[in-house]
């Protein structure tokens, strides 16, 4: 015995017939049968108190738990390698290209881990080793471009819920953000403006786009930046398209 069971020969085991371990058939399944979905989104900030701000105590969200200070070998290849060997191949200083020095520790990274109902939203601070931690701009610049139309572009959606008032909602979100400073948190129009007093002007009801044909039918939704100028959705859905959402779910959890 071996604490408390009983020690088996495993491969007795498999001579006998017996089936092979759970851990074993899992490891030759597809790859989509070896994950358990998304575990959370990253976003790199700019300024790490002022995200941490906004995703908790704007929109609500828990803290789970924060780390930094990380550097060292490991870690910088684990995160940094590929960008490393683009310059390499083109003859530029790594730093150049928004790559820090985490191997050195000229640089540091620290995160954050913020939880909603229904997912886990990272945030990433790269900064000087001197600079104390979540205080402060990052080590690299903000990208200019910040169109979603970009390639490589990301957003996070966040899932308003069916009994809330939605324009309404975006309203109180703009005010409360810039009651904050955070001036860069704006939600765009689904009419036409063409300068950002034309936009605050905007009646309440141009806050948000409802579908209302098509297979996406019930689905409403806008764009918004956030305080770091990182591309975030609002969306509400109802009536058909939520049907199709949780058909959806509903047919994944019974295959298994």
Same mark, same amino acid.
């Given at each position: 015995?071996? +604490?408390?069971?009983?020690? %088996?020969?495993?491969?007795?085991? &498999?001579?006998? *017939? ?14 989509? +049968?070896?994950? !358990? ?8 900030? !700019? ?29 910088? &290849? ?12 083109? @003859? ?12 050195? *520790? %000229? ?19 790269? =900064? ?7 205080? *402060? ?7 200019? @471009? ?8 990301? @957003? ?29 948190? =704006?939600?765009? =129009? ?9 936009? =605050? ?10 579908? %209302? ?36 779910? +509903? ?6």
């Amino acid at each position: 015995m071996l +604490a408390g069971m009983a020690a %088996t020969n495993p491969a007795a085991a &498999n001579a006998q *017939g017996a089936p092979r371990p759970a851990s074993v058939a899992r490891d030759s399944a597809p790859l989509g +049968a070896r994950l !358990q979905g998304v575990q959370h989104f990253g976003v790199t900030v !700019q300024n790490m108190n002022r995200a941490f701000e906004f995703y908790t105590e704007v929109l609500g969200g828990t803290e789970i738990f924060r780390d930094g200070d990380f550097q060292g070998e490991p870690i910088h &290849n684990t995160l940094l390698t590929d960008q490393e060997i683009e310059a390499r191949e083109r @003859h530029v200083n790594p730093r150049t290209i928004g790559v820090p020095d985490l191997r050195g *520790g %000229t640089q540091r990274l620290d995160v954050r881990f913020v939880q909603f109902d229904n997912v886990v939203i990272e945030l990433l601070q790269y =900064r000087d080793a001197g600079q104390p931690s979540g205080s *402060g701009d990052s080590f690299a610049e903000s990208r200019d @471009h910040m169109s979603p139309a970009f390639p490589r572009s990301m @957003h996070i959606c966040f899932y308003v819920r069916d009994d809330v008032d939605f324009n309404k909602f975006i309203h109180d979100l703009e005010a409360e953000s810039a009651r904050r400073g955070m001036t860069q948190v =704006r939600a765009n =129009r689904v009419i036409t403006v063409t300068s950002e007093q034309q936009r =605050r002007a905007a009646p309440m009801e141009a806050n948000t786009n409802r579908i %209302t044909q098509g297979l996406s039918e019930g689905w409403e939704l806008i764009y918004c930046k956030g305080p770091e100028g990182e591309q975030l959705e609002f969306v509400k859905a109802l009536g058909p398209v939520k049907k199709r959402f949780s058909d959806a779910l +509903a047919a994944r959890q019974q295959r298994g």
